[in-house]
């Protein structure tokens, strides 16, 4: 005769073996890590104040950026001059200082002004931004923007160095960009352990 609990306990042990795994997973998973800036940008320029990189629950990266007041896309916009973005510099490959990052994760305001896109931009042969990718763009309140990504877009490297950047609409001056942490200063962000990683 069929043992009607079978069929039951055996489901009870996936869920369990699920949680489990769900668990171990979670423990695996790298700590985010955050870099807190100062109110110090110059007078009328976006202020970053907190960045944060870290990784999702499917794996993919996520970056929010917090600046010191609340803005919306069209603040991105410029009258004339280049337009303003708030981008995640990332050397996955080079040394910071020695090199231009080797990606760089923009937000930008579309055209009707009211919304944002995300883009994964990298250098080319001649030294333009060519668009490698996408970002999925949130929000989480008035001032802190995210970015979500996948490892992939980006060589799905060992280790990540990065800073954060925000340039104010219309102005092309070194005065007119906001860092954190400050220039030429990067944090790093460790997605797994590996005796392969570059210095």
């Known amino acids: 005769m069929p043992v009607h609990g079978a069929p039951r306990l055996a489901l009870a042990a996936c869920a369990a073996a699920l949680v489990l795994s769900a668990a171990a997973s979670a423990a695996d998973a790298p700590a985010p890590v955050v870099v807190k800036d100062p109110r110090d940008a110059g007078t009328g320029a976006p202020d970053l104040t907190r960045v944060q990189l870290g990784l999702t629950s499917d794996k993919r ?8 007041a609340g803005w919306v896309a069209k603040d991105l916009i410029a009258t004339q001059g280049p337009p303003g973005s708030l981008c995640l510099r990332l050397w996955t490959v080079t040394k910071p200082g020695a090199a231009p990052p080797d990606f760089l994760v923009c937000i930008t305001a579309r055209q009707d002004e009211e919304t944002t896109r995300g883009s994964i931009l990298k250098p ?6 060519e668009r490698a990718g996408g970002a999925i763009v949130g929000r989480t309140s008035d001032r802190t923007v995210t970015l979500r990504f996948s490892q992939t877009a980006i060589g799905r490297p060992a280790r990540i160095r990065f800073a954060a950047e925000v340039t104010k609409p219309g102005c092309a001056r070194v005065s007119c ?11 790093t962000f460790r997605l797994r352990e590996t005796s392969q990683a570059r210095p």
Do not use: E, S
Request: proline share 12%; charged share 15%.
């Open 61 to 68: 990266l996520r970056a929010a950026l917090t600046l010191a």
């Open 124 to 129: 080319g042969p001649d030294g333009t931004l």
């Open 177 to 187: 960009v906001d860092t954190a942490p400050d220039a030429p200063q990067t944090a």
